[in-house]
C-alpha cells in the first residue's frame, strides 16, 4: 500500500505543479466565452441544423450600462417576426444567414427582415437568420423550407466572412460554441473539400469537453491538445467550401423556380469582398455588394454586432433585388 501511496501523492504533486505553472502563464479552466449569459435561451438543439431558433416573446438585456433592453419574437416556425402577420398577396422571400440576418442586439423594428417589410407590405418576408448560422446551415434550413407544400418565391442569403470557418467547423468555432452552451448553441456541422474539389459534409458534433474542465487549467489545457486537432484547416480552403455551397444553395432555390440572391454584407477587405462578387458574375449568381464600413459607433453597444442604422442601409441595398 505504501507504494501505492507514492504514487498517489506524486501525481498530485504534479497535477498541482502542472496547475500553478499554466496559470503562472495564462492559462485557464474552460469557462464561457465572454462571461455568463444573463439573457433568455432563445436556441434549442436540432439534430440536423445543430440549433435553431426557439419560439418565444424575449426581452433581453442590454450588452453595455448605456444600452438599452430589447424586443425578440421568434414565430413558432422559428422564424423571427418582420412585422404584421396579414395575408398578402406578393411573393414570399425568405431571408437567410447568421446574427446579422437576425439582427442580435435589435429589437424586431429595426431589423433588416422589418424594414424590408414595412417597404413591401404586399410581399411576405420570413426572416430565418439564425444566431452563429454558416452557409452550410443556412442551406441545410433552406433543405427544410423548399420540401414545404409552398416554397419560397425568393431567397436572400447574407454572406459574411465569418461564414467561411464556420462552414468548416473550425475546431475553435466549435471551442466557442460549446463555451457558449449556456447560451442553447450545440453540436455543429462542418464541411471539407474531398478529391475533386468536392464537398464532405459532416453531421453535428461537438467539441469535446471534459470532466472537470472548468476547474482545471491542466485538463482544459490537455482537452485543447485533443480538441483542437480536429478537424484541420488548410490554407485556402475556407473560400472554396463557401463558394461550393453556395452553388448549392443557388441549384436548391432555382430548381424549384425561385430566384436567389446573395447579399454580401461585411468582409474584413474591399479584396474579399471582389472575390466573392466576381465568383457569384462567373457562377451566374445574382449577387448585391451590400457592404459598407461599419464604425464601432454603428455597432450595437457593448457588442459588434451592427445597429439598426447599419440594418436600415442594408434594407436599402437588399430592396433592389425585390424592385424597389
Avoid at 102 to 111: N, P, R
Avoid at 155 to 164: F, M, P, Q, S, T
Avoid at 184 to 206: D, I, K, M, T, W
Wanted: one cysteine or more; hydrophobic letters at 45%.
Amino acid at each position: 500500500m505504501r507504494w501505492l501511496l507514492t504514487v498517489v501523492l506524486a501525481l498530485l504533486l504534479a497535477f498541482g505543479t502542472a496547475e500553478l505553472l499554466l496559470r503562472m502563464t495564462g492559462h485557464r479552466p474552460f469557462e464561457p466565452l465572454g462571461g455568463e449569459w444573463r439573457g433568455p435561451i432563445m436556441h434549442e438543439p436540432d439534430a440536423v441544423l445543430g440549433w435553431k431558433a426557439k419560439p418565444g416573446c424575449y426581452r433581453v438585456p442590454p450588452f453595455a450600462p448605456d444600452g438599452v433592453p430589447t424586443e425578440v419574437t421568434i414565430l413558432p416556425g422559428g422564424e423571427r417576426r418582420a412585422g404584421a402577420q396579414v395575408a398578402r398577396a406578393g411573393e414570399t422571400v425568405v431571408l437567410v444567414g447568421c446574427s446579422y440576418v437576425f439582427g442580435w442586439g435589435l429589437s424586431d423594428a429595426d431589423t433588416l427582415a422589418w424594414k424590408l417589410q414595412a417597404r413591401f407590405p404586399r410581399s411576405r418576408i420570413r426572416n430565418f437568420g439564425t444566431a452563429g448560422y454558416s452557409t452550410l446551415q443556412a442551406l441545410l434550413l433552406l433543405r427544410r423550407l423548399f420540401a414545404e407544400p409552398d416554397p419560397p418565391a425568393h431567397v436572400i442569403y447574407g454572406l459574411v466572412e465569418l461564414h467561411e470557418a464556420r462552414n468548416m467547423a473550425a475546431a475553435w468555432w466549435a471551442r466557442a460554441l460549446a463555451s457558449k452552451a449556456a447560451e442553447g448553441y450545440a453540436a455543429v456541422p462542418g464541411c471539407s473539400l474531398a478529391p475533386g474539389n468536392r464537398l464532405a459534409c459532416r453531421p453535428p458534433a461537438a467539441y469535446p469537453v471534459w470532466p472537470l474542465a472548468a476547474w482545471s487549467a491542466t485538463i482544459t489545457f490537455l482537452q485543447d491538445l485533443v480538441g483542437m486537432r480536429q478537424p484541420r484547416v488548410l490554407w485556402g480552403e475556407p473560400p472554396q467550401v463557401t463558394e461550393l455551397l453556395i452553388v448549392e444553395m443557388a441549384r436548391l432555390v432555382q430548381a424549384a423556380g425561385s430566384r436567389f440572391t446573395v447579399a454580401v454584407l461585411e468582409f474584413s477587405s474591399a479584396t474579399r469582398t471582389t472575390r466573392y462578387l466576381e465568383f457569384l458574375r462567373r457562377a451566374d449568381i445574382d449577387a448585391l455588394d451590400c457592404t459598407i464600413p461599419i464604425p464601432l459607433e454603428m455597432r450595437v453597444a457593448g457588442d459588434l454586432h451592427p445597429n439598426g442604422d447599419v440594418n436600415t442601409r442594408w434594407a436599402e441595398c437588399v430592396a433592389s433585388a425585390l424592385g424597389g
